[in-house]
């Protein structure tokens, strides 16, 4: 099925609202380290009210539905609009970065170790690991957008999905290793990046193969 929006008509306005997340989010987190860590976010993590804590777990799950609401507005099948997740994840969380490093001079190196998440639990990882995932999602989502745009028809199989779900899931796994130690207070370990270049891998390589499948 051709696509209703052309490439450039979705990698622009698709772009413009990642790029409007990551201000919003790196404006309400300037905030809060400027109420909690007045002299520059460090681990051990300090103690928020458990309603604040609350509500920041609702405004990450909200982050993820706006993101699938434009998305689905996006595309005219499943592949198209996983493409529009993966773009606009993408966009976001790098200029979540350049929009704290601009505010505050934060992270001072990609090596820095940030909390990324924390559905279900607390994420932990230097910037440079969840950087290289968003410019991974950027990069496959604009092949299979170039692709639709020429008419092709992408079939991934039931296999692809299975073994892309396994990757990200070991990705995840790596980034959810700090987790219990930073939830008792402590320094986070060294992160598992080896862990993580497993799942990378895998994830790149079956997505190449299914491409190739698609010519």
């Known amino acids: 099925m051709k696509p209703h929006l052309s490439l450039k008509r979705k990698l622009i306005w698709a772009g413009i609202f990642g790029i409007?997340?990551?201000?919003?989010?790196?404006?309400?987190?300037?905030?809060?380290?400027?109420?909690?860590?007045?002299?520059?976010?460090?681990?051990?993590?300090?103690?928020?009210?458990?309603?604040?804590?609350?509500?920041?777990?609702?405004?990450?799950?909200?982050?993820?539905?706006?993101?699938?609401?434009?998305?689905?507005?996006?595309g005219c099948c499943f592949i198209d609009r996983f493409a529009g997740f993966?773009?606009?994840?993408?966009?976001?969380?790098?200029?979540?970065?350049?929009?704290?490093?601009?505010?505050?001079?934060?992270?001072?190196?990609?090596?820095?170790?940030?909390?990324?998440?924390?559905?279900?639990?607390?994420?932990?990882g230097p910037v440079w690991a969840p950087v290289l995932v968003s410019v991974a999602l950027i990069w496959a989502a604009w092949n299979i957008w170039r692709k639709l745009d020429q008419g092709m028809i992408l079939r991934p199989t039931g296999w692809d999905w299975v073994l892309e779900i396994i990757a990200g899931l070991i990705i995840i796994a790596s980034f959810l290793a700090g987790g219990s130690a930073v939830?008792?207070?402590?320094?986070?370990?060294?992160?598992?990046?080896?862990?993580?270049?497993?799942?990378?891998?895998?994830?790149?390589g079956i997505f190449v193969r299914a491409l190739q499948r698609n010519k």
């Open 20 to 74: 409007a997340m990551g201000y919003f989010e790196a404006a309400l987190v300037e905030y809060l380290r400027e109420l909690y860590y007045p002299d520059g976010f460090a681990f051990p993590l300090k103690e928020i009210p458990m309603n604040l804590f609350f509500i920041e777990l609702g405004r990450e799950a909200a982050s993820m539905l706006m993101l699938v609401s434009v998305s689905a507005l996006l």
């Open 183 to 204: 939830m008792n207070k402590q320094m986070p370990p060294p992160f598992p990046w080896f862990v993580w270049l497993i799942g990378m891998l895998l994830g790149i």
């Open 86 to 124: 993966a773009y606009i994840f993408g966009i976001w969380d790098i200029t979540y970065y350049l929009f704290l490093k601009l505010f505050e001079g934060w992270p001072s190196s990609l090596f820095t170790v940030d909390l990324l998440f924390l559905i279900p639990f607390p994420w932990i």
